[in-house]
């Protein structure tokens, strides 16, 4: 991390509120449901838990949306959601944290899609998941809806400085889709990112595509257990994939960076000793390389600006997001 001085990443950063994001993804409502346990039931051996309170937070793509936000940026959401309350309360979280939601679309054939999490715990008690519902349709999208989505895309591409894809393969990305926004956004010369759970090779001829060792593991056929393997993977993923960059992440081993020219670059994680929760890490990671990218920076310096925001949220609990402060005070904090 030495190469690069804290004055040369916070330039940078300094730059993200100037630009204008477009978030084109598959939207989750994570909804919390908190409860207090209060017995045993007769009816089954169970808890029985008492209400206390309900939340619905950003999901999917949406979670994404939210970290670029957290930076004071305009982000445009794309998407699709269901004409139902789960719907509704994502819209209303959304634009509590100023996100533009006016372009999403309503699908009145599909639900949102929904990820329930009951927390059980007290005032004096860590609270602890119990179970997990969740409620989602991965069926292709409805043609009118897809085009929709392409057309929009097409037509206000221009509007935006860079594009995230984030792709949880709950239908909102095929084959055809996938392909047409690229080449829309190539033709453009707009910098994309991928952040796409199961279906990465939709995206070929991305800017950038940044899978977690897992998805790496799944996409080229073995389970990549080395620093070694990672590298050989990474350098035939990113020329099959025909991506210009291909970032892959490696959690308490950091990232590893691949560039034209068979280039490898690596760094170790931020802070890996104080890392406990890396839910959202990716999002996270994705979000704040697009910015600095688009900021500027080359990506030998924003994969660095993106490891220190990871070095954050990582000591967070749960799901969350990174503020400009922050960013600037942990690269003086450990930079040069």
Same mark, same amino acid.
């Given at each position: ?12 950063? /300094? ?84 996100? /533009?939601?006016?372009? #999403? ?45 392409? /057309?929009?895309?097409?037509?206000? #591409? ?179």
């Amino acid at each position: 991390m030495s190469d690069f001085s804290s004055a040369e990443l916070i330039k940078y950063i /300094n730059e993200f509120k100037t630009k204008k994001i477009l978030v084109l993804g598959d939207l989750i409502a994570d909804r919390f449901i908190i409860a207090d346990p209060e017995r045993l039931s007769r009816e089954a051996p169970v808890l029985i838990l008492r209400h206390q309170q309900e939340k619905v937070l950003p999901g999917g793509g949406a979670n994404a949306a939210a970290n670029i936000a957290s930076f004071g940026v305009e982000v445009d959401l794309l998407g699709v959601i269901g004409a139902d309350s789960s719907g509704k309360d994502l819209c209303s979280e959304l634009e509590k944290r100023k996100i /533009n939601t006016k372009h #999403l679309l309503i699908d009145d054939s599909r639900p949102t899609a929904e990820k329930t999490r009951i927390m059980a715990g007290g005032d004096q008690i860590v609270r602890q998941q119990v179970v997990r519902v969740d409620k989602v349709v991965t069926s292709k999208l409805k043609p009118e809806l897809a085009a929709q989505i392409t /057309n929009y895309f097409a037509e206000k #591409l221009t509007d935006y400085d860079a594009v995230l894809f984030s792709d949880y393969g709950n239908g909102i990305f095929s084959q055809q889709t996938a392909a047409k926004l690229i080449a829309a956004a190539n033709k453009a010369q707009k910098i994309t990112a991928v952040d796409s759970r199961y279906q990465l090779g939709l995206f070929k001829g991305a800017v950038i595509a940044t899978p977690n060792l897992e998805e790496a593991s799944a996409i080229y056929g073995q389970e990549l257990k080395s620093q070694s393997e990672v590298e050989q993977a990474g350098l035939v993923m990113r020329e099959q994939l025909d991506l210009k960059y291909l970032l892959i992440t490696q959690g308490g081993a950091g990232m590893t960076l691949f560039s034209p020219g068979s280039k490898i670059d690596h760094i170790p994680a931020a802070n890996f000793a104080e890392v406990f929760d890396v839910t959202g890490a990716g999002d996270t990671v994705v979000g704040t390389l697009l910015l600095a990218l688009a900021a500027g920076a080359s990506p030998n310096l924003a994969i660095r600006i993106a490891n220190y925001a990871a070095g954050i949220v990582v000591r967070k609990s749960g799901v969350a997001a990174v503020t400009t402060a922050e960013l600037i005070r942990e690269v003086k904090n450990n930079g040069s």
